[in-house]
T-cell receptor, first 118, second 110 residues
Framework: EAGVTQFPSHSVIEKGQTVTLRCDPI?????LYWYRRVMGKEIKFLLH????????ESGMPNNRFLAERTGGTYSTLKVQPAELEDSGVYFC????????????????FGAGSRLTVL | QKEVEQNSGPLSVPEGAIASLNCTYS??????FFWYRQYSGKSPELIMS????GDKEDGRFTAQLNKASQYVSLLIRDSQPSDSATYLC??????????FGSGTRLQVQP
């Protein structure tokens, strides 16, 4: 079974530019999450999709961040325009339907996309 | 107060010793607790989950949960150099996605 795949693995852009990160979850996983880790800090929740719907986007830092999951398969996270403080590692994770998984939320993570904004 | 607190370390133990990693959480309604291991530059990898008070053992790993004290720990017996990594405590409250601590860096000295 393929795991969670993220692309690109590393992106270096200048302040003001746009970057789009992509995540392909494990096939059949309805839940898709975006997290971010800024250097030296904890992994912070950004948002949660259930299929194509945004279940919780309370962690999105501001309106420069836009996440989509068209068709309930892969997801993209766009940062436009990028700022220096957006640098970090963006992790995507997926999990099965919670109703099928008692105890909830066993997440499988991708390898992350490292974003460097200069 | 952070929702999930961990000592950042590094925690250094000799090979073969027991490594003890600790985590406290603030939300009394938390339901599920997880330990992830993350090697440098890699994705977090689930190693243990625990849902009820007490101990749960899986090979060299034992997770301990005390909901009254809002405390969860991970013991690694017979520590190996390959166990050197950052260990992330994660808590699920039932209201939103997993909340992570900042992680404890473990160094196992050969």
């Amino acid at each position: 079974e393929a795991g969670v795949t993220q692309f690109p693995s590393h992106s270096v852009i200048e302040k003001g530019q746009t970057v789009t990160l992509r995540c392909d979850p494990i096939s059949g996983h309805d839940n898709l999450y975006w997290y971010r880790r800024v250097m030296g800090k904890e992994i912070k929740f950004l948002l949660h999709f259930v299929k194509e719907s945004k279940q919780d986007e309370s962690g999105m830092p501001n309106n420069r961040f836009l996440a989509e999951r068209t068709g309930g398969t892969y997801s993209t996270l766009k940062v436009q325009p990028a700022e220096l403080e957006d640098s970090g590692v963006y992790f995507c994770a997926s999990s099965q339907d919670r109703r099928k998984n008692s105890g909830a939320n066993v997440l499988t993570f991708g390898a992350g996309s490292r974003l460097t904004v200069l | 107060q952070k929702e999930v607190e961990q000592n950042s370390g590094p925690l250094s133990v000799p090979e073969g010793a027991i490594a003890s990693l600790n985590c406290t959480y603030s939300d009394r309604g938390s339901q599920s607790f997880f330990w992830y291991r993350q090697y440098s530059g890699k994705s977090p990898e689930l190693i243990m989950s625990i849902y009820s008070n007490g101990d749960k053992e899986d090979g060299r790993f034992t997770a301990q949960l005390n909901k009254a004290s809002q405390y969860v720990s991970l013991l690694i017996r017979d520590s190996q150099p390959s166990d050197s990594a950052t260990y992330l405590c994660a808590v699920y409250t039932g209201r939103r996605a997993l909340t992570f601590g900042s992680g404890t860096r473990l160094q196992v000295q050969p």
